[in-house]
Every structure is written in C-alpha cells, then in structure tokens.
C-alpha cells in the first residue's frame, strides 16, 4: 500500500507564500507520478499541477501557471508545491495523489491520496 501524507498548509495573508509537502512510503516513489488537486466546500475537486516519474515533465491549471510549482525530490520520496501570490480564491483543501507510471489526469481516477492539508488565504 502506498501513503501519502501533505504538511505545509496554514493560514497565510493574500499575496503571501505557503509550500506543501506529500511525504511518500510503502512503495518504489519513483515509479509514480505525482500530482495536486484541491476542493473547496460545494466544489469539484480541481486539478492543480503534476510531474512525471521520469525527467520530471510538469502540467499546470491554467489558475496557478506562474504562481505555483510543482516539484519532486525521488531521493527523499516527497513531492512539493510552492505557492506564491495567493489569493483568497485558492482556499481549499489541498490533497496529493500518487498514479503507478503516468499521470492520469482525471479528479476520480485511480491512483493513491493522501488526507488533504487545508490552505486559507485572507484578504
């Protein structure tokens, strides 16, 4: 079984900067690709950004693009995301998804998700 768990959310002033972490165990980290979603309350979860298991190709929303990025360190099994500039509208629930191989990009496919980290952002 694989185990996602994300750290790093919090309460941050608009305009200011949070980095989330998913910690990764119970399997080979580098065979999965990994990405973000999150879901605010009455919402569908919306897709973030995602990296390969490979050399690391990234995908963005067209809502973070510039201000957020994804990264991933194979070495200490965990997966990033940086986020500057938010704004009040990225409050949500933050949750990190591991897929065997390549990324899916589908809010409910298969794959392995963590417990999600909750993100508010204040005007």
């Known amino acids: 079984q694989v185990q996602l768990v994300e750290s790093g959310g919090g309460l941050v002033q608009a305009g200011g900067s949070l980095r989330l972490a998913c910690a990764v165990s119970?399997?080979?980290?580098?065979?999965?690709?990994m990405g973000w979603f999150r879901q605010a309350p009455g919402k569908e979860r919306e897709f973030l950004a995602a990296?390969?298991?490979?050399?690391?190709?990234?995908s963005y929303a067209d809502s973070v693009k510039g201000r957020f990025t994804i990264s991933r360190d194979n070495a200490n099994d965990t997966m990033f995301l940086q986020m500057n500039s938010l704004k009040p509208e990225d409050t949500a629930v933050y949750l990190c998804?591991?897929?065997?191989?390549?990324?899916?990009?589908?809010?409910?496919?298969?794959?392995?998700w963590g417990q999600g980290t909750q993100v508010t952002v204040s005007s």
């Open positions: 998804v591991a897929r065997y191989l390549v990324w899916d990009n589908n809010p409910s496919g298969p794959g392995y």
């Open positions: 119970g399997r080979t980290f580098s065979n999965y690709a």
């Open positions: 990296i390969s298991r490979g050399v690391g190709r990234t």
